[in-house]
């Protein structure tokens, strides 16, 4: 049946259905929610995500051959901490790398300005014009700006080149921390069921089993998040990164079990 809106008139079924719709993402005010921001949010979902599918995958490798328990810990914590250091450190140089980019783009860029005042300003005027201004309003735009030359310097950075003026608050060396110690954190889920089953079981099977659910539960919960930063759809972030650590975990499982019992790789 039809319901009755407060103008007297009713509201259809599909009416109501995209109200719903519209009032989704928003806040108490109608405003649609912001993303989480952050590079520290970023760094963490990232290097979690990569860890526990990589800790995964090694232990789906080693559980193909039928190595033993000791041999997964030893070996994955041993993997993980290896990795976990070439990704922080790779953050680190890759930060520290675009940091110095933009200084040096800016360096440029403050030359071109202070020496080629007229043509940059010109071309700043054709850019705007571009974009749908009038030639009054982008003349007057482009007026201002030249009045103050460290706004200039930052939109024609932004304009010609698609970089942001370096943030001197930017620490690389956090950054590289920060993923080194989201990757060792994320990266035990999986190997945390070899050693919590110690005290039930000396099954390698079954503790293989738990860490299949661990790693599951992690990339979950990962794939969550992830969501909440993007502001997506919990369900299918969650099962898009749940069948990321399938497929992987799938790959090295298959790969382990190949070399042992068709290639002949035994011990």
């Known amino acids: 049946m039809a319901e009755s809106n ?20 928003k806040g108490k005010n109608g405003r649609p929610k912001e993303p ?8 963490i979902v ?3 995500l990569d860890a526990i599918v990589t800790s995964f995958s090694l232990i789906s490798s080693i ?12 070996l994955g914590f041993a993997n993980l901490v290896a990795d976990g250091i070439s990704m922080g450190f790779g953050d680190y140089v890759s930060s520290s790398t675009e940091k ?15 020496n080629q ?24 735009v482009v007026n201002i700006f030249a009045k103050y030359r460290d706004i200039m310097i930052d939109e024609k950075m932004a304009i010609q080149k698609g970089l942001l003026p370096p943030d001197q608050a930017d620490k690389p ?13 994320f990266g035990c889920a999986p190997l945390l069921a070899f050693i919590v089953l110690i005290p039930f079981t000396k099954n390698d099977t ?24 993007a502001s997506q759809n919990y369900a299918l972030s969650a099962g898009i990164t749940l069948f990321n650590g399938l497929i992987a975990g799938a790959a090295a499982y298959g790969i382990g079990w190949t070399l042992r019992n068709v290639a002949g790789l035994e011990e």
């Open 63 to 74: 559980s193909a051959g039928h190595l033993s328990s000791v041999d997964v810990l030893v």
């Open 46 to 48: 990232y290097a979690g």
């Open 117 to 140: 005042h007229r043509p940059q300003k010109e071309e700043l005027l054709r850019h705007y014009q571009q974009l749908g201004m009038n030639d009054t309003d982008a003349n007057t």
């Open 173 to 185: 060396w956090k950054s590289g921390l920060i993923t080194f110690t989201a990757f060792i954190v």
């Open 100 to 114: 110095d980019v933009a200084a040096k783009e800016r360096t440029v860029t403050e030359w071109d300005v202070i």
């Open 6 to 25: 407060s103008n007297g008139g009713f509201k259809a079924p599909l009416l109501r259905s995209l109200d719903g719709e519209l009032e989704k993402g």
């Open 206 to 229: 079954y503790k293989f089993i738990g860490a299949c659910v661990f790693s599951a539960v992690a990339l979950a919960l990962l794939g969550i998040a992830k969501a909440k930063i």
């Open 36 to 43: 989480w921001k952050g590079e520290v949010v970023k760094s």
